[in-house]
T-cell receptor
Framework: DAGITQSPRHKVTETGTPVTLRCHQTENHRYMYWYRQDPGHGLRLIHYSYGVKDTDKGEVSDGYSVSRSKTEDFLLTLESATSSQTSVYFC?????????????FGQGTRLTVV | AQSVTQLGSHVSVSEGALVLLRCNYSSSVPPYLFWYVQYPNQGLQLLLKYTSAATLVKGINGFEAEFKKSETSFHLTKPSAHMSDAAEYFCAADFGNEKLTFGTGTRLTIIP
């Protein structure tokens, strides 16, 4: 596996509480991505980063924010968790945004909002 | 709109039979295309990718895919299914905007 660590791997939280998921990489890749995986929807992009402090929204960014203060860390924050944010979250990294570049995925974080 | 469509959310084949998983894209310009596999409780790993160098692409574990521009397709095949192929498979496209767009996935079941 590429050097990608997601933490925590599992979390149960209550509606309305803030939650932060962490993605840590040891590959020095420039691009980092947060996806959510839901049955019937595949993987949908939440936010991505193309460098330190450089981020952009994906197709399902509402209710989420991100930060990247170091190359190796990309944080995803749910400011006030809702039940619709119950999902499996995957971090991915890529050394380049060029079209032929493979993305490597972390093991995922299963988040349950009750 | 640019999109990726996978026909069949569930596919079952007998062990030793041909595996065919379908993927079509919608785009005025052919994208770069990828197939990923996800085993239970794991992340995604790359099976193969099309980057315009050759239309028939061979990947890991005996899988291959053929890019057909006229059909806007990139179907995944394997001549003989093995029990270890049971997983979920995702087709993805890079439409040139620095990120991957995924299909909804196909769960492959192998019947002994």
């Amino acid at each position: 596996d590429a050097g990608i660590t997601q933490s925590p791997r599992h979390k149960v939280t209550e509606t309305g509480t803030p939650v932060t998921l962490r993605c840590h990489q040891t590959e020095n890749h420039r691009y980092m991505y947060w996806y959510r995986q839901d049955p019937g929807h595949g993987l949908r992009l939440i936010h991505y980063s193309y460098g330190v402090k450089d981020t952009d929204k994906g197709e399902v960014s509402d209710g989420y924010s991100v930060s990247r203060s170091k190359t190796e860390d990309f944080l995803l924050t749910l400011e006030s968790a809702t039940s619709s944010q119950t999902s499996v979250y995957f971090c991915a990294i890529s050394w380049s945004g060029q079209r032929n570049t493979e993305a490597f995925f972390g093991q995922g974080t299963r988040l349950t909002v009750v | 709109a640019q999109s990726v469509t996978q026909l069949g959310s569930h596919v079952s084949v007998s062990e030793g039979a041909l595996v065919l998983l379908r993927c079509n894209y919608s785009s005025s310009v052919p994208p770069y295309l990828f197939w990923y596999v996800q085993y239970p409780n794991q992340g995604l790993q790359l099976l193969l990718k099309y980057t315009s160098a050759a239309t028939l692409v061979k990947g890991i574990n005996g899988f291959e895919a053929e890019f057909k521009k006229s059909e806007t397709s990139f179907h995944l095949t394997k001549p003989s299914a093995h029990m270890s192929d049971a997983a979920e498979y995702f087709c993805a496209a890079d439409f040139g905007n620095e990120k991957l767009t995924f299909g909804t996935g196909t769960r492959l079941t192998i019947i002994p």
